[in-house]
C-alpha cells in the first residue's frame, strides 16, 4: 500500500470532499431541475434572476449532504490521527508514573508522521529503560566489588583492635594493600563513567609513545618478573597528540589484564602504523579468550572466568578502562588471538590526535 504524509491524508482527504460535494452538486442539480420542470413548467416570459422557493430547498438538501459527508469524512480521518496520539498519551503519563516497558500502538502506518512519532517515542522509552536496567546491574556489580576489600579491611582492623591479631609490617602491607585495590576500583569506576558521558578529562598535547610505554613497563616489571613474565618492546620513535598519562593508565590495565591470567611467558608490545592510525598491540603467549567472552571483553564486569577473577582479584573493569581511554582519544580498543594461539589487546589511536568536534574531543584546557 502506497504510504501518504500526514499532511497529503488531509489534502486527499478534504479535496475528495469538495469534489464529492461539486459532483453531487452538478448531477443533482441537474436531475432536480428536470424532474421540477417536467411537473411544474416556467410561466412564460424571461426567467427571474433571483432564487425561489425551490432554489433555496435544492440548495439546503445539497448543503445538508454536503455537511454529512465532510462530518463522516473527517470523523475517520480524526479516529485513525487521534488513535495513535492517544496511545502515545497513555505511553508517556505510565512512564511517567515509573511503568518503563510501556509502549504506543503506531496503528495505520499509512500516516507517516504519528507512526515516526510512536516509533521514536518507544524508541526512547527502549533506551529508558535499557538505562535503568544498566544502571540497576552497575549498582549491584559496583556494590558486589567493593564489598570484598571493605569486609576484609573491616574483619582486620576489628581483630586488631580485639587484640585477636598481633600488629606486624606484614599485616598492614595487606592492610594497605585492599586499601590500594579500593583506590583503584574507585578510579577506575571513574574513568569508565567519565567516559560514558563523554566527560573524561584529557590533556592532549605531543607526547614521546615510546616513552610512556617504557614508564608503564618499568612500573609493572617487578610484579610481572615475580609471575613469570618477560617483557619485550618492539618499535621505533614515536611521537603522537594524546593524553601520555591516560596511555600509560590504558597500558598498565593491559599487562596487569596478562599478569593476571595470561601464561606465563614473553609479553611483546608492538607500536605500528595501520593506515591513518597508530596501534598500541600488547601480545601474550595464551591462553586467549573464548569466541563468545572476545565479543564482550571490554564490557565493565565482564569476566571469563568468575573464579579466576575472585582468585587474582580482578574487578572485570581493566579491559573497560582501556576501551574508554582509548575512545576518548578518538580511537578504539580491540581484540584478537594471536598466531601463537595468545592474546593480542590492542589500542587503536588516530595519528592526528582526537577530532576537536567528535567524542574524544581534546580538552587540553582541564586537568587530568
Known amino acids: 500500500m502506497r504510504r501518504y504524509r500526514l499532511s497529503g491524508q488531509i489534502t486527499l482527504s478534504m479535496s475528495v470532499v469538495a469534489a464529492i460535494a461539486v459532483l453531487m452538486v452538478f448531477v443533482g442539480t441537474f436531475i432536480f431541475y428536470t424532474i421540477y420542470l417536467t411537473w411544474f413548467p416556467p410561466p412564460p416570459g424571461p426567467p427571474s434572476l433571483l432564487p425561489e422557493a425551490p432554489d433555496f430547498v435544492l440548495i439546503a438538501i445539497f448543503l445538508l ?26 505511553g508517556a503519563r505510565k512512564i511517567a508514573a515509573g511503568d518503563l516497558t510501556a509502549r504506543a500502538v503506531p496503528g495505520d502506518r499509512s500516516l507517516g508522521e504519528t507512526a515516526q512519532l510512536v516509533d521514536d517515542f518507544n524508541a526512547m522509552a527502549q533506551r529508558l529503560q535499557d538505562a535503568a536496567e544498566s544502571m540497576a546491574s552497575w549498582n549491584a556489580a559496583i556494590a558486589h566489588e567493593l564489598r570484598t576489600p571493605l569486609t576484609i579491611l573491616r574483619g ?18 595487606s592492610l594497605l594493600a585492599q586499601a590500594e585495590n579500593l583506590s583503584r576500583l574507585v578510579d577506575d569506576l571513574r574513568v569508565v563513567t567519565l567516559s ?66 595470561a601464561t606465563p611467558g614473553v609479553i611483546e608490545i608492538r607500536i605500528a602504523a595501520e593506515k591513518a592510525t597508530l596501534v598500541l598491540a600488547v601480545e601474550d603467549e ?83
Open 65 to 90: 449532504l454536503g455537511l454529512a459527508i465532510a462530518i463522516h469524512a473527517a470523523l475517520r480521518l480524526t479516529r485513525r490521527i487521534l488513535a495513535p496520539l492517544n496511545s502515545l498519551a497513555e
Open 286 to 368: 595464551g591462553p586467549g579468550l573464548s569466541a563468545e567472552f572476545a565479543a564482550q571483553a571490554f564490557d565493565a564486569f565482564a569476566r571469563a572466568e568468575p573464579s579466576r577473577s575472585r582468585q587474582f582479584g580482578g574487578s572485570g573493569l581493566g579491559l573497560s578502562v582501556v576501551r574508554a581511554i582509548a575512545e576518548a582519544h578518538g580511537g578504539h580498543a580491540r581484540y584478537r588471538t594471536s598466531t601463537r594461539s595468545g592474546s593480542v589487546f590492542e589500542i587503536v589511536l588516530p595519528v592526528g590526535g582526537p577530532d576537536p568536534d567528535g567524542n574524544g574531543k581534546s580538552q587540553a584546557s582541564k586537568t587530568a
Open 156 to 173: 582486620r582492623l576489628q581483630g586488631l583492635t580485639d587484640g585477636v591479631f598481633e600488629p606486624s609490617d606484614e599485616l598492614f602491607r
Open 196 to 261: 560514558d558521558s563523554q566527560r573524561l578529562d584529557m590533556r592532549i598535547e605531543p607526547t614521546d609513545l615510546v616513552k610512556e610505554v617504557e614508564q608503564a613497563v618499568d612500573a609493572m616489571r617487578p610484579a610481572l618478573v615475580a609471575a613469570g613474565f618477560t617483557v619485550q618492546i618492539t618499535t621505533r620513535p614515536v611521537t603522537l597528540p594524546c593524553d601520555g598519562a591516560r596511555i600509560r593508565q590504558a597500558l598498565l590495565a593491559i599487562l596487569e589484564n596478562a599478569r593476571r591470567y
